[in-house]
């Protein structure tokens, strides 16, 4: 919420760019240093801006710890903030960290930039997009967008812990659902104020928890956005935890012991293993598209058994032992309870869990354990239980009765709603992408969710005016593995919203397929070759 005091800003800044000859808007001059400086003075309720600072054109910027640097950024004014500030039952300051950035040449349009994880670092407010070479600028500011992004209501670097904000009812709730809703109220008067317009149109685009985070404005907060786009959204938050937990158990069974004799999980699996089990996916499914190009492209028609791995007697090598087998079909299959109630997804087979990607998360290396390893205790104990005894061992999962603990937060947590009906009223449009072998969340789990959403809403042909599925073969969390995986769908976004015209396909590229493109097809249809042409074009291949 803006205070009233707020408001005095935008007659504030109308005389300050009219003084210097710039009409504020994105037709009308071009805002500039002294309309940035003037952004300080803002007050909002509960918080502030804390900074403004002009950016000049040509200006680098590092994106994460070990990211890579972004160069060429556009002139633009950052504008750094605060609101809901306020002390934690548990005795931490927390609040609602923003960063929003203003480009200095505005095409009208405004991104939420969702986060990622548990959240709890303020991320670059750029709106980066992972478009194929030709696509044109590679982030939302570059394209004239006003971005903002936040740290979803709490600072990672003050916790014990990554999830000991659960401990807080309000850091909590920020995290599950109200950091969006807070941040965007807020940076929409912000923009408004500075070019002295609305943006014309409003966009979200985020993946893993920014996916979910996605999914919860579709659901909760329609009239915020005007087009969404969720990549694989953690939409099942709870659950996925529930199979981490189990995949961590499968594996750390079959995995050699330390010293102290824990699991070392990174050695349960080899690379030679995960490679066998990648190029059987391959001589089982690869064709059934019409292209033996490297990709499973139709998974519904993969019907796969790594039994054809087994070793037989007195083989040694290119084969998988009985323990090892016995494992994956088990990881693959998801979690169940003993009387086999399903607590989770099953897993598709996809080639790309040979990629990198797919051990950093599953196994992790004799460098560092796996991720989900990492987060998955921390998420559990903090967020999920707040802190309350007793914790959860995630060598030691209950499957039985521990689950049951995670309704405390599931019902905000979780963005399993399939009423899109707000949505649909004011012309909303919603796009999700997942990897076909991304280890944190099941692609067979959101196709789930889409099927429960088509049923919901009318159907295939009534949910795909509003709301359409993308899956990537070989693609891991987010991006990486043996995919094309380079594509732009906030431009496909954009084309629907704006001009009407919903995306039949996504051109994508790839680096793990260089100079090869193809097309991304709107679930259930499949990308088949045409029988004529390169298979190394996108346009050999049709959508059915």
Not at 114 to 122: A, E, F, H, I, Q
Not at 215 to 222: E, V
Not at 343 to 371: C, E, K, N, T, V
């Amino acid at each position: 919420m803006i205070s009233t005091r707020f408001f005095g800003l935008g007659a504030v800044l109308m005389a300050v760019a009219a003084s210097c000859g710039y009409g504020g808007n994105a037709s009308a001059g071009v805002p500039g240093p002294v309309q940035c400086r003037a952004a300080i003075a803002d007050r909002v309720t509960h918080g502030g801006v804390t900074r403004a600072d002009w950016v000049p054109a040509g200006t680098s910027i590092q994106v994460g710890v070990a990211g890579s640097a972004i160069h060429g950024l556009p002139a633009h004014c950052l504008v750094v903030g605060e609101v809901n500030s306020h002390t934690g039952r548990d005795g931490i300051a927390y609040g609602d960290r923003f960063e929003l950035r203003l480009p200095a040449r505005w095409n009208g349009r405004f991104l939420f930039q969702g986060g990622g994880g548990l959240d709890g670092v303020l991320q670059p407010a750029l709106g980066l997009i992972s478009a194929p070479a030709g696509a044109g600028p590679s982030s939302a500011l570059a394209r004239g967008f006003a971005v903002v992004s936040t740290d979803g209501g709490h600072e990672q670097a003050a916790l014990k812990s990554p999830g000991d904000f659960g401990r807080d009812p309000g850091a909590l709730a920020d995290y599950e659902y109200d950091s969006t809703r807070r941040v965007t109220r807020t940076a929409l008067a912000l923009v408004e104020s500075y070019y002295r317009q609305a943006p014309r149109w409003t966009y979200f685009m985020g993946c893993s928890n920014g996916g979910r985070e996605g999914l919860i404005a579709a659901q909760r907060y329609p009239q915020l956005f005007d087009g969404i786009v969720a990549g694989s959204p953690a939409f099942d938050l709870t659950g996925v935890m529930v199979a981490e937990a189990w995949n961590s158990d499968v594996l750390a069974g079959i995995a050699p012991r330390d010293a102290q004799g824990r699991p070392e999980l990174s050695q349960a699996l080899s690379d030679s293993d995960l490679n066998l089990l990648a190029h059987a996916v391959l001589a089982r499914c690869d064709a059934l598209d019409g292209a033996r190009d490297g990709l499973v492209s139709d998974p519904a028609a993969c019907h796969f058994d790594p039994g054809v791995l087994v070793c037989r007697p007195g083989q040694l090598h290119g084969c998988l032992s009985t323990r090892k087998l016995m494992a994956i079909r088990k990881v693959f299959a998801g979690p169940v309870s003993r009387d086999g109630h399903r607590l989770y997804s099953s897993w598709p087979y996809d080639p790309g869990i040979a990629a990198p990607g797919w051990r950093f998360w599953m196994l992790g290396s004799a460098q560092m354990p796996a991720l989900n390893v990492l987060i998955t205790p921390a998420a559990i104990n903090g967020l999920v239980l707040g802190g309350k005894a007793p914790a959860i061992d995630l060598w030691r999962f209950n499957f039985e009765s521990d689950p049951a603990r995670f309704a405390r937060v599931a019902k905000d947590l979780d963005a399993v709603s399939t009423d899109y009906a707000a949505l649909r009223k004011r012309h909303g449009k919603l796009l999700m992408y997942a990897g076909m072998a991304d280890p944190v969340f099941s692609a067979n789990e959101l196709i789930a969710y889409y099927r429960r959403v088509l049923e919901a809403n009318g159907g295939t042909a009534a949910t795909q005016r509003f709301a359409r599925l993308f899956l990537v073969p070989g693609m891991n969390h987010c991006g990486g593995g043996q995919a094309t995986d380079e594509f732009d769908p906030l431009s496909a976004m954009q084309h629907w919203v704006e001009q009407g015209r919903p995306p039949g396909r996504l051109i994508a590229a790839g680096r793990a397929f260089p100079g090869v493109t193809r097309p991304l097809c709107p679930y259930p249809a499949v990308a088949r070759y045409s029988g004529s042409g390169s298979m190394r074009s996108a346009g050999a291949f049709i959508c059915r």
